[in-house]
């Protein structure tokens, strides 16, 4: 499949982005590859962002703009995926930025592309306008889904950018962003392209400039414990698929642990922080004795040990303490 014959539709999901989603919106026009329909999705700004994107759609017949009611950044990526005409999917975060080849360098594989297939590319982190790192990924054509993880870190790169989805893949399956949690939604939609791929196409070039976002950004808040748990529950599920399909001998369940563990603790850090009553504790920590940690494949380590061997009524106290030496 020629590079020049396909379409590509760029979704980029805006809320209150007046700052930043004119440079995001001028590096994505700019490209080289010009097959290409930008979906702006206002999810309903209260700032300038929207007039913003209005502007850009009487410059450039290219982008559409759709203007939402607030729903998350999963709703407005999943209105893009609905009027989507393009036979390849980009998305690109609205304080983000690409550099001209962003489009062009997911073709730079010698093989043509097939629609049961995903292109990944690395990512430059920005820091008031410095790159402090590159994320490079290996040159390399993978047919078995485990390998190109593993060997790639993908785990850890569950973004949505950097990855050029297909349309097809996508509508055959109706693959869609979680709206039920706001942690890991773009993961499990990772993931769940990665169940359904038959071939993973990494390339070394880095051309999207991710911008270190502040303290307030959703990877960073206390989250409740129920959509945690859920993308915990979803995101072990699909793993535990990709693994099996790949014969891959648990080694992808077992990469991915240390970083379950991580969130389980983390869900449970977050109750007391959220200041949970007792009795939602108590909920939450049968819950993580009773699904999330049986539900492990493989050994847990002592701190999941811990949970499950010990009454709640003496964990809540013992977490506060941790909880409260910790600081």
Not at 125 to 146: M, Q
Not at 152 to 176: D, M, V, W
Request: aromatic share 10%; charged share 20%.
């Amino acid at each position: 499949m020629s590079s020049k014959s396909v379409s590509i539709s760029i979704i980029i999901p805006i809320y209150n982005s007046e700052k930043t989603i004119s440079k995001c919106i001028e590096s994505v026009i700019s490209q080289t590859y010009t097959n290409i329909e930008i979906l702006l999705i206002d999810d309903g700004s209260t700032d300038k962002s929207g007039d913003i994107c209005d502007k850009f759609a009487l410059k450039d017949n290219r982008v559409k703009v759709i203007h939402k009611s607030n729903g998350g950044v999963s709703s407005a990526r999943n209105a893009g995926l609905d009027i989507s005409r393009g036979e390849w999917i980009v998305f690109v975060d609205s304080d983000d930025w690409c550099e001209n080849n962003y489009l062009s360098d997911f073709f730079s594989t010698k093989e043509s592309l097939l629609a049961n297939e995903i292109v990944l590319q690395g990512r430059k982190n920005e820091v008031n306008g410095i790159v402090t790192h590159s994320t490079v990924l290996k040159n390399a054509i993978y047919t078995n889904i485990a390998d190109g993880v593993l060997d790639n870190q993908l785990l850890t790169f569950g973004a949505p950018y950097c990855k050029l989805y297909s349309n097809k893949l996508i509508k055959e399956h109706n693959i869609r962003f979680p709206e039920n949690y706001s942690y890991g939604e773009d993961t499990t939609f990772f993931l769940r392209n990665l169940s359904y791929v038959n071939r993973i196409v990494t390339i070394g070039q880095c051309n999207y400039h991710y911008v270190e976002a502040e303290s307030g950004s959703l990877s960073k808040k206390d989250h409740d414990f129920k959509p945690l748990s859920e993308f915990l529950m979803d995101s072990l599920n699909l793993i535990s698929e990709i693994d099996l399909k790949s014969c891959a001998h648990r080694a992808l369940i077992s990469a991915y642990m240390p970083n379950y563990k991580n969130l389980v603790l983390r869900s449970i850090a977050n109750m007391y922080r959220l200041r949970y009553s007792r009795e939602q504790m108590n909920s939450c920590f049968k819950a993580v004795k009773n699904i999330l940690i049986p539900n492990c494949p493989i050994p847990k380590g002592f701190a999941l040990s811990f949970i499950k061997h010990t009454p709640i009524w003496l964990l809540i106290p013992t977490f506060q303490l941790l909880l409260k030496l910790h600081k």
